[in-house]
């Protein structure tokens, strides 16, 4: 029989916290935040949820909180699911040109009588904390983008924090989401990676996963990846976040590959924590590009 205690103890080091990312991240920003106020200026985020999706309530919540911690002032606007586009759009409109608001964030999903690129495209570039207006998401090509999409780049800055080289690496992405996977690949490509991105029609998906050295799976299916997915010594990413049993878990099997991975983030813990702190740095820098032009 395995001994369970020692066993726990020998994967903590395997664990890449989240919390402990996004609670430096967060700190970091202290300094800004204080020139910014120093200057007059309290950086500000107002974030748009449409209806009710409980897990996108629990997603803004965590928004608010964040900001209470760092300075950052956050309004929030609840709007029904019945709002029109043209309603939004003039919402989005009216905050574009308050001068007292720095980032603007649309919750998705959002209702399919919305279109979302129309959304997206509306807010102000200079303002697009998420990273998703067309115009920041082309410079992310270049890799001079003003605001880089918060869950791509908080894993970037997970795999840097603890030191795991992307030069080189096979990294297989699972999801080609415009949220996720799209900006991840271009941002690994980057780094000199190689990248595979893989999406539901692929075949024998396995194939390619026991390829990687770092596992990326943003699927929200709960509990896709078990052991047999991975190679021995693999990083896993987990960016799924669902509910099993009653129970918060991600697309990982976390039991099941944990003797084989080299490192890996936990959910919860992991992937969304430092999410939300790229989401405080993206408005702090916003706030900061509205000194420096004004
Ligand atoms: N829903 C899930 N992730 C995100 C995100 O990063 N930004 C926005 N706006 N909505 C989301």
Same mark, same amino acid.
Not at 112 to 141: C, Q, R, T, W, Y
Not at 146 to 158: A, D, L, N, Q, R
């Given at each position: ?24 991240? !967060? *700190?970091? %920003?202290?300094? =800004?935040?204080?020139? $910014?106020? #120093? ?5 500000? +985020?107002? &974030?748009? /949820? ?34 029109? !586009? *043209?309603? %939004?759009?003039? =919402?989005?409109?009216? $905050?574009? #040109? ?5 980032? +603007?964030? &649309?919750? /998705? ?35 001079? *983008? ?149």
């Amino acid at each position: 029989m395995p001994d369970k205690a020692h066993g726990i103890a020998n994967f903590e080091d395997k664990i890449i916290d989240g919390r402990k990312i996004a609670a430096y991240i !967060e *700190s970091s %920003l202290k300094e =800004k935040v204080d020139y $910014l106020k #120093n200057s007059g200026i309290i950086p500000c +985020i107002y &974030v748009i /949820l449409i209806g009710n999706d409980p897990a996108s309530v629990i997603y803004v919540k965590n928004k608010e909180n964040a900001a209470n911690r760092c300075g950052i002032m956050s309004k929030k606007i609840i709007i029904p699911v019945n709002i029109s !586009e *043209s309603e %939004l759009l003039n =919402k989005i409109n009216e $905050l574009n #040109n308050d001068s007292l608001v720095h980032g +603007i964030l &649309v919750q /998705l999903p959002i209702p399919l009588h919305i279109d979302e690129n129309k959304i997206m495209e509306a807010i102000s570039p200079d303002k697009d904390v998420d990273g998703f207006h067309p115009f920041n998401e082309g410079k992310i090509f270049t890799g001079n *983008s003003s605001f880089y999409p918060c869950t791509p780049f908080g894993i970037i800055k997970m795999l840097d924090y603890s030191n795991i080289e992307l030069k080189g690496k096979n990294v297989v992405i699972i999801g080609q989401s415009i949220i996720v996977g799209k900006p991840l690949s271009i941002m690994l490509m980057n780094r000199n990676a190689t990248v595979s991105v893989l999406n539901i029609h692929t075949k024998n998906i396995k194939c390619w996963t026991k390829m990687a050295d770092v596992l990326i799976s943003a699927t929200g299916k709960a509990h896709l990846i078990d052991e047999s997915f991975v190679k021995d010594g693999c990083v896993v990413i987990d960016v799924g976040i669902a509910k099993l049993n009653g129970k918060i878990c991600g697309d990982v099997n976390f039991d099941s590959v944990i003797q084989k991975v080299s490192k890996i983030t936990p959910v919860p813990g992991g992937v969304g924590p430092v999410t939300v702190a790229v989401l405080m740095e993206n408005t702090v820098n916003a706030a900061l590009q509205f000194l420096t032009n004004s």
